[in-house]
Structure formats: C-alpha cells, structure tokens
C-alpha cells in the first residue's frame, strides 16, 4: 500500500463547476500537507500549504486537512478551463520537516471544458 | 528570472551511455532535491543535498550520482543509462527549515 493514495483520474467537468481533489495517506506523523498544481510538460508549482487540520481558503481555492481520517481535500469553485492541469497532494512528518521529504500522490488529472 | 532552472530541458540518448543534468536555483535556498517522475506522473524523491551535503539518499541504482559544487547547484549524473531511466527528472529547492519546495521545469530523458 502506498503511503499516499490519490485517484489519478481523468477528471472532466464543466465551466464553472465545483471540483473537489482527495488524497488519503496511512501515515499518522504527516504534518505538513501540499497541493501542487502541474501543467502538462511543466514543472509542479505550490498551489496550497497547510498544516493544521481544518481549511485554508485562497481565492477559489480551498485546502482542507482532517487529521483524524487521514484525508485531505482541494476545492476549486468556479472552475476555469485554465484550471485545466495535474493536481498533485503531497505531504510530510515532523522528522522530515529537517530532511524535507515530501510524499508525493500520484495526481490527479483535472479537465475543464469551457 | 527563472527562480529553479535546468539544463538541458529535453535529453535523448541511447542505452549505455553516460549523461548529465544541471540544476542551479538563484532562490539562496539551502537545500535542492532531484525527483523522478514515470509516465503515470508519480514523482519520488531520489536525493538531497543541504548546504552541499547529502541528506537523502532514496534507494536508487549507484549508477545515479549526484553533485554540488556549492549550494546553489546540484547535478545528476548518470552512468550506463537504461530503458528504464527514461522519465522526467525535476530540481527542487527549498529555504531551511522550510517543507515547501520549488520545482524546476524538468528534463525530459528519453533512452533509446
């Protein structure tokens, strides 16, 4: 079992729709959560950071942590063709905030047809 | 400015030979990393370096070897390439103490 788990997709909605990016891990001493947002044939860029459970609102986007399920969670409201990308969660522990090991999900592929 | 650069962006090659990637990051970040992303898009961490040092060695083949001149570079190199190695490799750099990262454009690796 993988340490991260996220539905790579393909995921395809409308213009203007609410979409909704998951990620569940087994590791408990995750403390720091990321969503990276990747366009095709580019780097990952920081789209969130979290690190206590509860949301973290940016625009029309939203990151949201429950520790005590083990799940986090990406809202896009309003969602824009431009939106159309690989959204990636990726986590890591106490530990590894010295070492900077983040756990990557498989991402998520987000299509957004206008 | 390109805050994570690499060169080169694209790299075809064929199995046996030896190849290098280039990293550098005008960030004054502390720390660089190399990723490896496979055709399914999962990225794993191969190494890191802090303050020229290695920190993380993720169980990858000895034929990878990374190298930092000074802080703000960190080179792959690559010794008898595989079909296998072919994937994207991405550069990332983080600040001390810091669990956010910023990524380089990636080179693209294809072995022939």
């Known amino acids: 079992q993988k340490e991260v788990e996220q539905d790579p997709g393909p995921l395809s909605v409308p213009e203007g729709a609410i979409v909704s990016l998951n990620c569940t891990y087994s590791?408990?001493?995750?403390?720091?959560f990321m969503w990276y947002r990747q366009y095709s044939r580019k780097g990952p860029e920081l789209l969130m950071y979290?690190?206590?459970?509860g949301n973290k609102e940016d625009g029309r986007f939203t990151a949201q942590v429950d520790k005590s399920s083990k799940y986090i969670s990406l809202f896009i409201r309003d969602s824009q063709p431009s939106d159309s990308a690989t959204y990636l969660c990726a986590m890591s522990g106490l530990g590894s905030s010295n070492t900077g090991k983040l756990i990557f999900g498989q991402g998520t592929t987000l299509q957004v047809k206008p | 400015d390109t805050a994570v650069s690499q060169t080169p962006k694209y790299l075809v090659t064929q199995m046996g030979n030896d190849k290098s990637i280039k990293c550098e990051q005008n960030l004054g970040h502390d720390t660089m990393y190399w990723y490896k992303q496979d055709s399914k898009k999962f990225l794993k961490i191969m190494f890191s370096?802090?303050?020229?040092?290695?920190?993380i060695n993720e169980t990858v083949p000895n034929r990878f070897s990374p190298k930092s001149p000074d802080k703000a570079h960190l080179n792959l190199h690559i010794n008898s390439l595989e079909l296998g190695d072919s994937a994207v490799y991405f550069c990332a750099s983080s600040g001390t103490g810091e669990d956010t990262q910023y990524f380089g454009p990636g080179t693209r690796l294809t072995v022939l």
């Open positions: 590791n408990s001493a995750f403390q720091y």
């Open positions: 979290t690190y206590s459970s």
């Open positions: 370096y802090n303050n020229k040092e290695l920190i």
